[in-house]
C-alpha cells in the first residue's frame, strides 16, 4: 500500500488513478501494479540517490532483489548528509549562545545588546501587571496562559474569527495576531475588565444574558469586546450599523441575530 502512495517517476499517485497511468488496467492483476509501482518508485530514488537503506530493504524484501545500500555515483548519502547538516546546526547555535547570552537575559539589568526585555509591566482591566513574556508572544498567550485570564477565547489563532478580541486603547483588536510587547504603554481592556467593581455588569453583558445571545458561548467575550468597541463610537446605531460593526466575529453556531437583537437593546438602555 506504501508504494501505491509512493511516485512514478515524482508524480505521487493514488490506485484509482491507475487507468490514467496504465491504459490498458485489465492486463495487471493488482499485484504486477504494485510491483510496476515498486520497481519505479526504486529506479527514481536509485537516480536521485534519495533513498534510505532500510526502506530499500523494506521494498526489496522477497523480490530476489539487491538492495542498493549507496549512491554508486556520490558516496556521500542522504542520511550521511542530514546528519552532518544537523550537526553544523547544532555547532553553530552553541556558538552563538556563548557569544551572545540568552536572549534578553543578560547578567545585569540591562538587556543584552539586540534582544528584548523580557519583564515588563502591561497595563491589563486598569492595574499594573508584571510579567515575563517571550519576544514572540502573543498577547492571547499572555492574557491566558500567564495571566489567568481565559475569558479571552482562541480559537483559529491567525485573525480571522475574531474570538480573541480585546480592546487596546479602546480598539478591538485579535489579540492572537498581536505581540504583547507592542502594547506596552497601552491599555488593554478584556471581558474580564467590563464588570464594575460592585459585580455589576456592562451594558451590552446585561444584554446578552436578557437577549439569549449566545447558544455554544465560546465566540460571546469577543462579541462583547465588539459590541463595547461599537456603542463607545456610535451609542445609537442602526441595525445594520451593528450588523457591519460585528462582522469580524464569526460564531459557529449562527447566533447573529441573537447578538444583533443583544447589542441593538443594550444600545436602548445604555
Ligand atoms: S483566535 Fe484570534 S482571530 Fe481567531
Ligand atoms: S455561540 Fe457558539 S460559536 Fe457563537
Known amino acids: 500500500m506504501i508504494a501505491a502512495w509512493r511516485c512514478a517517476g515524482n508524480k505521487r499517485i493514488l490506485p484509482s488513478e491507475f487507468t490514467t497511468f496504465y491504459p490498458n488496467p485489465g492486463v495487471f492483476t493488482e499485484s504486477t501494479q504494485f510491483r510496476m509501482l515498486d520497481e519505479s518508485r526504486l529506479a527514481y530514488d536509485r537516480e536521485i540517490g534519495l533513498m534510505a537503506n532500510d526502506t530499500q530493504q523494506e521494498l526489496t524484501a522477497g523480490t530476489g532483489q539487491q538492495p542498493v545500500?549507496?549512491?554508486a555515483r556520490d558516496p556521500v548519502t542522504r542520511r550521511a548528509f542530514i546528519k552532518s547538516v544537523i550537526a553544523t546546526g547544532a555547532v553553530a547555535s552553541t556558538g552563538g549562545l556563548m557569544l551572545t547570552g540568552l536572549s534578553g537575559c543578560s547578567d545585569?539589568?540591562?538587556p543584552a545588546a539586540g534582544s528584548?526585555?523580557?519583564l515588563v509591566t502591561l497595563n491589563i482591566n486598569g492595574k499594573s501587571r508584571p510579567v515575563d513574556v517571550l519576544p514572540n508572544e502573543t498577547l492571547a498567550m499572555t492574557l491566558r496562559y500567564k495571566l489567568g485570564l481565559t475569558g479571552t477565547k482562541l480559537a483559529c489563532d491567525r485573525g480571522e474569527c475574531g474570538a480573541c478580541t480585546v480592546l487596546i486603547d479602546d480598539v478591538t483588536h485579535n489579540s492572537c495576531s498581536t505581540l504583547t510587547h507592542s502594547v506596552r504603554g497601552r491599555e488593554v481592556t478584556t471581558v474580564e475588565g467590563l464588570e464594575q467593581?460592585?459585580?455589576t455588569l456592562h451594558p451590552v453583558q446585561q444584554a446578552m444574558i436578557d437577549e439569549l445571545g449566545p447558544q455554544c458561548g465560546f465566540c460571546t467575550p469577543?462579541?462583547?469586546m465588539s459590541g463595547v468597541a461599537l456603542l463607545k463610537n456610535n451609542p445609537s446605531p442602526t441595525r445594520e450599523e451593528v450588523r457591519e460593526g460585528m462582522a469580524g466575529n464569526l460564531c459557529r453556531c449562527g447566533a447573529?441575530?441573537?447578538y444583533l437583537n443583544s447589542i441593538m437593546r443594550a444600545a436602548r438602555v445604555s
Do not use: L
Open 108 to 110: 545585569d539589568a540591562t
Open 256 to 258: 447573529y441575530d441573537h
Open 116 to 118: 528584548v526585555e523580557r
Open 69 to 71: 545500500f549507496e549512491d
Open 197 to 199: 467593581p460592585d459585580g
Open 222 to 224: 469577543g462579541q462583547v
